[in-house]
């Protein structure tokens, strides 16, 4: 994985550590998407969820990774080296949500006519 990747969408993405500079990083773009990851863990489980915290140490075995799963209020830890690869499987709730698309909305919204023109927030689930 590289810098450029997290400049690129990443919903549906699904990553796969080849080192550990590459796991550190693939972590760090999960906490900072905001939508639900999988974990693909070594063991062969997938937990699916919204990961809200980490903790990088110096080793793999000491660092750390929360994530709330999908459908639970339960908060699960997971190490580092237990994490084989992520899937960037939920949807990204800020996509398309930039001040620069607002403004390009508004002005096609504007150039058509229309009246009364105002940010709208979205309805949550």
Request: cysteine-free; aromatic content about 8%; charged content about 30%.
């Amino acid at each position: 994985m590289s810098t450029a990747m997290a400049k690129t969408a990443l919903q549906g993405l699904v990553w796969k550590a080849e080192n550990e500079a590459d796991l550190r990083e693939g972590i760090e773009a999960a906490f900072d998407y905001r939508g639900d990851v999988t974990l693909l863990l070594k063991n062969g489980a997938r937990i699916e969820g919204y990961l809200f915290d980490r903790r990088s140490r110096a080793s793999l075995d000491e660092s750390q990774v929360r994530l709330i799963p999908t459908g639970s209020q339960q908060k699960l830890v997971f190490r580092y080296s237990d994490i084989a690869g992520i899937e960037f499987s939920g949807r990204d709730m800020a996509a398309g949500k930039r001040w620069q698309d607002w403004v390009r909305r508004y002005a096609e919204k504007k150039a058509a006519g229309e009246k009364n023109i105002q940010l709208e927030p979205e309805r949550l689930v």
